[in-house]
């Protein structure tokens, strides 16, 4: 017989870290290990006179939290933290139930209902359980916490339907984990014949066939007081299993119940720890009927309306619960053993130009704390644009594999540009995880990398991460705090908030710091040169909705800054950009020519004239669609740990190719890094 399979997905909604490790453990036993995802969710409430993005610090403070709660994991049980913004505590836990497509959500109950606010009825567990429980769109289990240390007898009372199936399927799983054995209860009144006692025995042994795959003990006792003797009976075992009885939300003297009377009573007197489980109510085929007819006639402009009105509110939740420090992700031990247990690899990228002078300290620190002491690099890379100097033979020397990315698919020729380099760079690399970090950086740190792969490691949903941080800025020889980022500021942040609004509350939309998935990065064309990053940025959103998209704080970085000049070449590419992006998503012809040239005006020494310069992106495909990369890929998958020698791979010379070099201060990376 096919039985309904256990849980995949289950929420674990904590309020207190600390008290969470048996709801924990009881959520990892109910749950498929072969498939099973176990999250737990931290819920931030934000009054409604307060924007949700002021959320963030909080948010943060919530996920620091929550990491206490992963040393709870069993073996063999990963957890994963999530935390939520939102006005009200229940409304964040359905929303969270429906994006994970969940089937269990597990909740703590302390005991003593919650305060009710004022003109609302008064509260079954809490009003943020009592919610979830009416308006869940997956199954339930409410766990009344006794501290059960361990489980050798587990008792499920039973009067039929499908919340008592599903108190047995989730009492067995519990058996096989903790090898304990299952007592199925089973009451009739006193005195009943002993044909009806029969019948009943019978069955309970059929259900028990039905909904069972270990050995399961059947009772069936005679009581006066159902309620009483359950607890009589609770006191041989270590944890009582009950689903939730068919009786009305409200008895007759007026008292309201979630899960009937008599599972609530029982796990309110017992001394024992108490699951109450409820199934999920079915919908009737009818009902769809009815909600496809109306659908029909209403989608259109729901939509429109929906999208119209959402944006500004999506952009604050998001800039609330995406917003990460690396802070959050310093303990690298626990970073790098989430890492494994996932089975990701990652690929450290550092692109440079003419970077002799940084590049040897930043490559040393990157192995040292990220290959050698806490082993979260799997690959490290330096992608040079045929330098002048010093850079490829420094980087080598300091134990990172070099290579010029003129000398990558040459088939297809090179352009000068940051992206071209970071393009190809996903042909050389082998990681799950590509991160990306600038070199011309004077005090470079470690969490330049981690605290960008950090977020893409802790939450699934997460497919893009970008740094930001103060930038100081260099005038006249002297280090000024803020003035960094023009670009940023008086182009990119404009563009995008006319634009591309969803987009609106990235910090620093053109950093250099950055980490994505590879599953994500081989679909997204790369802009050559100066536009890469708001390029990719466009295109993320598009392919995963503003909720892939995370951001971290790096907090302080000095770099060189550009001159004017740069920065208005640099602002001239990225215009040219995000006009080519708004074609092709409106799907029309919005300006009749682009240009691609731009005039400079020169004077001095008696003439005055213009100088005409040619600055335009190209635009390279997604890798995937390289048969060369396709092939890579199927006979080149890195091992995970794998550590890849340093030096040049396959005999390649550090020279330079016949393409010209890199203009100095040709991509993010350089002179304006991280505008």
């Not at 999530?82 to 089937?103: H, M, P, Q, W, Y």
Request: hydrophobic share 40%.
């Amino acid at each position: 017989m096919t039985r309904a399979p256990l849980p995949s997905r289950i929420l674990i909604p904590v309020a207190n870290p600390l008290t969470a490790q048996e709801l924990v453990r009881i959520g990892a036993s109910l749950m498929d290990r072969r498939t099973g995802i176990l999250t737990v969710l931290g819920i931030v409430e934000v009054p409604e006179e307060t924007p949700l993005s002021e959320g963030a610090t909080q948010a943060r403070q919530a996920r620091r939290l929550l990491q206490r709660v992963l040393d709870y994991a069993p073996e063999g049980v990963t957890i994963h933290p999530l935390v939520r913004i939102g006005r009200r505590a229940a409304e964040g836990v359905i929303e969270a139930a429906k994006e994970l497509d969940t089937d269990l959500i597990v909740f703590g109950w302390g005991g003593k209902p919650s305060t009710s606010r004022p003109g609302t009825p008064a509260s079954v567990f809490s009003p943020t359980i009592d919610e979830v429980v009416r308006d869940s769109p997956c199954d339930i289990a409410v766990i009344k916490q006794r501290g059960s240390s361990e489980i050798h007898r587990i008792l499920v009372p039973i009067r039929g339907g499908p919340h008592a199936e599903l108190a047995l399927r989730f009492a067995d799983a519990l058996a096989h984990r903790y090898q304990a054995e299952v007592v199925a209860l089973h009451l009739v009144p006193r005195g009943v014949a002993e044909g009806i006692r029969t019948q009943s025995e019978r069955a309970l042994a059929h259900f028990i066939r039905q909904h069972a795959d270990g050995h399961v003990e059947q009772a069936v006792r005679e009581a006066a007081n159902v309620r009483n003797a359950i607890l009589r009976e609770a006191e041989t075992a270590d944890i009582v299993v009950m689903g939730a009885s068919a009786a009305p939300a409200t008895s007759n003297g007026g008292e309201t119940y979630l899960f009937g009377a008599l599972p609530e009573s029982v796990a309110a007197r017992s001394r024992k720890t108490v699951i109450v489980v409820k199934t999920r109510e079915a919908i009737g085929k009818a009902t769809f009927e009815r909600l496809e007819a109306r659908a029909e006639t209403l989608a259109a402009a729901e939509r429109a309306a929906h999208e119209a009105s959402s944006i500004p509110l999506r952009v604050e939740r998001w800039f609330g619960e995406s917003n990460f420090h690396h802070r959050e992700f310093g303990d690298l031990d626990r970073l790098v053993d989430l890492k494994r247990k996932q089975g990701l690899t990652v690929s450290l990228v550092l692109p440079a130009l003419n970077e002799e002078e940084t590049i040897g300290v930043i490559v040393e620190r990157a192995r040292r704390e990220l290959v050698d002491r806490h082993p979260l690099v799997d690959e490290l890379l330096v992608i040079d644009s045929d330098s002048s100097d010093r850079t490829r033979e420094v980087a080598a020397e300091a134990g990172a594999r070099v290579v010029v990315h003129q000398n990558v698919l040459t088939r297809y020729g090179s352009f000068t540009g940051k992206g071209e380099a970071l393009w190809k760079s996903l042909y050389e690399t082998c990681g799950d995880i590509v991160v990306w970090a600038d070199t011309d950086v004077r005090n470079w740190h470690p969490r330049m990398v981690y605290g960008t792969v950090g977020p893409l490691i802790a939450e699934e949903r997460i497919q893009y991460v970008k740094g930001y941080y103060r930038r100081p800025i260099v005038e006249g020889g002297v280090l000024k705090e803020g003035g960094g980022g023009r670009v940023t500021e008086l182009v990119a942040r404009p563009l995008l908030n006319l634009f591309f609004p969803e987009l609106s509350g990235l910090i620093q939309p053109l950093s250099g710091e950055y980490a994505g998935r590879r599953s994500l990065l081989e679909t997204l064309p790369f802009f050559t040169g100066y536009a890469v990053e708001i390029g990719h940025l466009i295109d993320v959103a598009d392919r995963c909705g503003l909720e892939g998209l995370g951001q971290v704080d790096l907090e302080r970085r000095i770099h060189r800054n550009q001159e004017l000049e740069g920065l208005s070449r640099m602002s001239f590419v990225i215009l040219q950009a995000v006009m080519k992006r708004l074609e092709e998503r409106r799907k029309t012809r919005l300006f009749a020519e682009l240009g691609s040239t731009m005039k400079l005006p020169r004077s001095g020494h008696g003439r005055l004239g213009l100088e005409v310069i040619e600055l335009a992106d190209h635009e390279r495909p997604p890798m995937i669609r390289i048969p060369e990369y396709l092939e890579k890929r199927r006979s080149d998958a890195l091992p995970s740990g794998t550590q890849v020698p340093s030096g040049m791979p396959d005999g390649r010379s550090p020279a330079g190719g016949a393409v010209a070099p890199l203009e100095a201060g040709s991509a993010e990376d350089s002179p304006e890094a991280g505008s």
